[in-house]
């Protein structure tokens, strides 16, 4: 058993380190890349951040039009954190566009866990719809979006979403507990704010597709994306039908997404209307945080 369990350890670091597609090459034109990961954290300081410069290299270097992120981790009422998003992640004179969310009910610190982010840049802000791009209702950043319109009336929906890792410590800062407080006084509510999280996301992608939209999910789901009840609640064929991407373009499903994991817990999926052209996850270390980072080319025809 032993033994078993060491050569198991050793597939899942082999996994971890190799890139799970084709890693991406130069930007096809007319297509769309969207890279997604989560952060575990980020200072809001504009100079004498490696974090924050490493995170702006890889977006040039992949040549990203839509960043996802989530689990940044920020407090961005706090009076310390004086550079918004768009500040953090500006391109020079590249147009760029932004939206970030965190738990505005308790401001108890510079930190905070938690909160989700979109980035838009480039050309793709030409079809930036203004007045639906912004933050989950309740005011706990639990998903961010963004939608994109062409001049047909094709459009898209691209979001990122974290999903709370439960936790059972009721005095804690966790992003689990800030949910649980909230729905507990604002709402009296006493349900499972993962439960809560997976029912609110579900209404609203279904409310989005209803109206013709395409819809992209980033999500850090905390759980296994195949098994547990996020995937196949995104995945049902009698529901949204959302294709889990990378394992859809690669024809193997992804292994642990996480570094000390053992499950996929990561994923992006997107409505079958969409057109896939290249989908890979990279090793752990390529990106910033402990999470493998995601990079989906989208053909914007499809999109917008």
């Not at 270097?61 to 918004?84: C, F, P, Q, S």
């Not at 989950?136 to 974290?162: I, N, P």
């Amino acid at each position: 058993i032993e033994l078993q369990e060491l050569a198991e350890v050793r597939d899942i670091q082999e996994y971890l380190l190799q890139a799970h597609g084709i890693p991406p090459g130069k930007k096809q034109d007319g297509v769309v890349r969207l890279i997604y990961e989560n952060l575990n954290g980020l200072n809001s300081r504009l100079s004498g951040n490696d974090k924050l410069d490493k995170a702006k290299e890889i977006i040039d270097e992949l040549g990203a039009d839509i960043v996802a992120y989530n689990e940044l981790r920020l407090n961005w009422k706090h009076k310390d954190n004086k550079n918004g998003i768009k500040e953090l992640f500006k391109g020079g004179e590249t147009e760029i566009r932004a939206v970030a969310a965190n738990n505005v009910h308790e401001n108890v610190g510079r930190t905070q866990e938690g909160g989700t982010a979109l980035v838009a840049y480039g050309d793709l802000v030409a079809y930036l719809d203004p007045n639906e791009t912004g933050k989950e209702e309740t005011g706990l950043g639990r998903w961010t979006y963004m939608r994109f319109v062409g001049a047909d009336g094709k459009s898209t929906y691209v979001v990122s979403g974290y999903n709370p890792c439960s936790n059972k410590k009721v005095d804690s800062g966790t992003t689990y507990q800030q949910h649980r407080r909230y729905f507990i006084e604002k709402e009296k509510d006493l349900t499972c704010p993962r439960k809560r999280f997976r029912e609110d996301l579900v209404k609203k992608l279904k409310e989005w597709r209803k109206e013709g939209n395409r819809l992209i999910v980033c999500l850090d789901a905390n759980e296994d994306i195949y098994l547990d009840s996020i995937g196949r609640e995104l995945s049902k064929l009698t529901g949204l039908g959302l294709q889990e991407v990378v394992g859809q373009f690669t024809g193997k499903r992804l292994g642990a997404t996480f570094f000390r994991g053992t499950k996929p817990i990561d994923g992006v999926w997107a409505t079958g209307d969409l057109e896939v052209v290249n989908a890979c996850v990279m090793p752990v270390g390529y990106g910033v945080g402990d999470h493998r980072l995601f990079v989906v080319d989208f053909t914007i025809e499809s999109m917008v």
